[in-house]
């Protein structure tokens, strides 16, 4: 079966780049929804999308933004980047309809390792 | 306080024994019920989900919900060395609307 599919797997950029992760939902999927996860840290969530419109905001920094696409694939957008943006970025799919999300949860993609030096 | 919370561990138990897992809740009227499975570096897993009180079992798993003391446990019969891992407990809390909260996991080592 198909799953989310996250690129890159790994990214490695300097201070105060800028840098673009990118998600594919599980086909049929509705809603997209991006967490961040520190070293030891629970999953934070930072934000998500549903039919292309943002849904829900979390801690998702200013120097972030995402959107999400007509194909419904996203893309998380992070500029000036700190050393402490450093982490696992994951992207998850549901679908909303029926309120299968909240009965069944959501599917994680494998993830991107973000390394800022 | 946080919304959803869990013992980091490590939780140590010997092979083919019962792990038990808990995790308290602060939102009275949260509705979904998640326990996540996590390897090191890797995603998590989605392993059961409950939304009724009582316990639902599912193989060697079995989630156990009581929102009238807003826990959360998931029962692991006959840990086995590949169980070892980091479990999340995540709870979709009433006015979140599809957003999950996530605990801060639990170690579990099961040792041969």
């Known amino acids: 079966a198909a799953g989310v599919i996250q690129s890159p797997r790994h990214l490695i950029k300097e201070k105060r780049e800028t840098a673009t992760l990118k998600c594919y939902p599980i086909?049929?999927?509705?809603?997209v929804y991006w967490y961040q996860q520190g070293p030891g840290q629970d999953p934070q969530f930072l934000i998500s999308f549903y039919e292309k419109m943002q849904s829900d905001k979390g801690s998702i920094p200013d120097r972030f933004s995402a959107q999400q696409f007509s194909d419904y694939h996203s893309e998380l957008n992070m500029s000036s980047l700190e050393l402490g943006d450093s982490a696992l970025y994951f992207c998850a799919s549901s679908l909303r309809l029926w309120g299968a999300s909240t009965r069944y949860g959501y599917t994680f993609g494998s993830g991107t390792r973000l390394t800022v030096v | 306080q946080k919304e959803v919370e869990q013992n980091s561990g490590p939780l140590s138990v010997p092979e083919g024994a019962i792990a038990s897992l808990n995790c308290t809740y602060s939102?009275?009227?949260?509705?979904?019920f998640f326990w996540y499975r996590q390897y090191s570096g890797k995603s998590p897993e989605l392993i059961m989900f409950?939304?009724?009180?009582g316990d639902k079992e599912d193989g060697r798993f079995t989630a156990q919900l009581n929102k009238a003391s807003q826990y959360v446990s998931l029962l692991i019969r006959d840990s086995q060395p590949s169980d070892s891992a980091t479990y999340l407990c995540a709870v979709n809390m009433r006015n979140a609307g599809n957003m999950l909260t996530f605990g801060g996991g639990t170690r579990l080592m099961v040792k041969p």
């Open positions: 086909p049929r999927h509705d809603t």
């Open positions: 409950i939304y009724s009180n």
């Open positions: 939102d009275r009227g949260s509705q979904s």
